[in-house]
């Protein structure tokens, strides 16, 4: 029986396409999506930000000329040690994982990567943009932060994780995979930072922190609505601007 998710879009460039067809498109531009394999409470799946930034990663390539790159899976999460399906690599090994990439799309003329961070708990991931653009002048590496003006979700700030914004998020990419049955709300009397310091399993029991329970599709869809259009414009205008910034520097 073929697999049933895997079929042919003409409107995304990536790893569904032959050798053939990337040599007659020669992008210049790639993303490459970081996911992430961990808790998200008893409602989520664990792999809510890999479902996430491939959705968010496929819809920035439907709409603009990029390499979409298959996702990196498996991050640093080892903040969630001690909980269940949860798995990481260091903080070191993804450091080597992305520079050989991105040196290796380099070496095929692809001159900006956009990495598309869909987990938090990738701090890593500024240094080794900053030190990627200090040391290889011919590509530019960048992050891609894009700004929601009118958020729909309501918890406090800080809610970081499997709260209202992500279990919205799912329930409008993959509604069959989210338990709202299970869904509780949280308040963490702690910053994120703490995560420097505990697993998350220490900080808050559940695994949630932020308001699940008040997550709904409609937010969702709002979301990601406005997050695809902001994405969709920081990546031209972040390259533009260092393309400038870069043309003006005599370092
Ligand atoms: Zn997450």
Known sequence: MPLPSIQPDPEILDHRRST???ATAKPDIALLPLGATEQHGAHLPCGTDTFAVDYLADEIARRLPVWRLPTIPITVSHMHRGSPGSVWITNTTLIAVVKDI???????????VVIVNGHGGNFVVRPIIQDLNRDYLDVHVMLLEPVVRESPFTEPPGSIHAGESETSRLL???????RMDRAVSTDVPYSQSFLLYAPIADLEPSGVWGHAADATAEKGRLYEERLIAAAVEAIPATFAAIDRIVGQSSR
């Open 102 to 112: 991105v040196l290796s799309l380099r070496s095929q003329g692809v001159s900006r």
């Open 172 to 178: 409008h990419i993959a509604p069959a995979l989210v």
């Open 20 to 22: 053939v067809e990337f």
